[in-house]
């Protein structure tokens, strides 16, 4: 049967980072048929190098280029029309996959045909010199995962591997940015599609400062704002839900970046 793996890399991806992440693809205990590589608009000479290098090592890299930079959720979308395969792993092109991640979620979505997503926890870290590991743990059944939807995103998106049949009928991946995934998981809900998160880190997750600058700001607050009436729109989130949900996201989103840093990592994770 085989699976597919999809990524998505862009001008201002870290060569060296890339190529962590393939090899981390490549030297699984279980291997994909194919990695799906979307080159989001041209690459730098540095990131062209490492794809042509780890094609040579593995031939079922297929790197697909996008004239121009189309953003994540456009990137994805034409990505998951090009796979080949049924199930479809995401994996992004700065993290690393623990070495059985694959096996371990292949084998749960073999047996458990009425599954169509399964993710797992992450442990985030910084390579910038500090000791920092921490690990964001995910509801693992049903009624957890649904109540937990209705004000975060209830998969880690590098950890997925989806039925592409399933997303597919919810729409795909569209263009949402920062939350392409988050609205591709309330739709999949709303249509009654089963997840499951496996309880163990299955990808070690690169972080820094910039990533909680990244989570803020009124522009990112407006379009989280969308998204919270777009779940009310499709029954995950009852009227006083929403109301819940708009004070948590105007409270998180515009506060400094600083203390967003503190709420994640002191509160947020493990």
């Known amino acids: 049967m085989g699976f597919s793996v999809l990524m998505s890399v862009y001008c201002k991806e870290n060569p060296e980072y890339l190529d962590k992440a393939l090899e981390s693809i490549i030297s699984q205990t279980l291997v994909p048929d194919e990695i799906i590589l979307i080159e989001d608009g041209p690459l730098t000479k540095e990131l062209y190098k490492v794809i042509k290098l780890k094609k040579e090592q593995f031939p079922g890299l297929k790197p697909y280029q996008l004239k121009e930079n189309v953003q994540l959720g456009r990137a994805l979308a034409k990505g998951i029309i090009l796979c080949k395969n049924e199930i479809i792993a995401r994996m992004d092109s700065d993290d690393i996959s623990v070495k059985n991640r694959f096996e371990i979620q292949y084998n749960y979505m073999l047996k458990h045909p009425g599954t169509a997503v399964t993710g797992g926890y992450m442990e985030e870290f910084c ?144």
């Not at 809900?189 to 700001?217: A, D, M, Q």
Request: aromatic share 14%.
């Open 127 to 270: 390579d910038d010199g500090k000791n920092y590991h921490k690990t964001k743990k995910m509801p693992q059944k049903m009624p957890a995962i649904k109540k937990y939807a209705r004000y975060r995103n209830p998969l880690n998106h590098m950890t997925v591997m989806f039925r592409k049949s399933k997303v597919l009928e919810a729409g795909s991946y569209k263009h949402f940015p920062y939350l392409e995934d988050y609205y591709l998981w309330c739709r999949m809900l709303s249509k009654g599609n089963k997840f499951y998160n496996i309880p163990y880190v299955l990808v070690k997750s690169r972080t820094n400062n910039k990533l909680y600058s990244r989570r803020g700001g009124f522009k990112y607050c407006m379009g989280y704002l969308k998204l919270r009436h777009i779940q009310k729109h499709l029954g995950i989130l009852s009227t006083k839900e929403y109301i819940t949900a708009i004070c948590i996201t105007i409270g998180m989103t515009l506060q400094p970046a600083a203390l967003r840093r503190l709420i994640y990592q002191k509160f947020l994770r493990k």
